[in-house]
């Protein structure tokens, strides 16, 4: 085994191919984790214009308010909320 990394040229040739492969796999991940982070957002943002959308389209009468999304977040809220008023009916 020494002899075959022995020389000069193949210690630099396996050196070389070690630092490249490195730089690959790094600048690989830079782009990997680019996309993804920029495919997120623009869905975040496609997702929100169509919940815009669908708000804006609601019939009238119906208490909507255009500037608020509404998330999941809030519907848990408003589900929990539902759940106390329900329970507190039901024992009196």
Known sequence: MSRLFGSVRARAT???????????????TAVLLSLRSNLIGEAGT?????ARAVASNSPPGRRTTSSRVWTARTARCRS???????????RT
């Open 46 to 50: 496609q997702a929100e214009r169509s």
């Open 14 to 28: 396996l050196g070389a191919t070690l630092v490249v492969a490195v730089a690959l796999v790094a600048a690989g």
């Open 80 to 90: 929990s909320t539902r759940t106390a008023v329900w329970s507190r009916r039901a």
